[in-house]
């Protein structure tokens, strides 16, 4: 089994940052992909943001220019700089894992940002 523990969410202003991180630990044996996705009430899961092992990055149009994703492979960790935080950014944030053709999921992290 795989776990992930994020970490970072919180209460932000309009126009402020915060970086989530996300650690996975247990049965890790070759990842292929590490990204976040996000969810609001009533509205489907949508992504945020990929980065492959070889750390090709995908970005969502909503995010392009505000957002960073990066990973740390020695510490089988993610990370998401979010910089510029608009309102409709407000959402649970969940981190996902790819793994022999598996998703993992993290308990998700809230973010609100405050106008």
């Known amino acids: 089994q795989v776990q992930l523990v994020e970490s970072g969410g919180g209460l932000v202003q309009a126009g402020g940052s915060l970086r989530l991180s996300c650690a996975a630990s247990?049965?890790?044996?070759?990842?292929?992909?590490m990204g976040w996705y996000r969810q609001t009430p009533g509205k489907q899961r949508e992504l945020v943001a990929t980065?492959?092992?070889?750390?090709?990055?995908n970005y969502s149009d909503s995010v392009k220019g505000r957002f960073t994703i990066s990973r740390d492979n020695a510490k089988n960790t993610v990370y998401l700089q979010m910089n510029s935080l608009k309102p409709e950014d407000t959402a649970v944030y969940y981190c996902?894992?790819?793994?022999?053709?598996?998703?993992?999921w993290g308990q998700g992290t809230q973010v609100t940002v405050s106008s």
């Open positions: 996902n894992l790819g793994q022999f053709l598996t998703n993992y």
């Open positions: 247990g049965s890790i044996f070759s990842i292929t992909a």
């Open positions: 980065i492959t092992r070889g750390e090709t990055t």
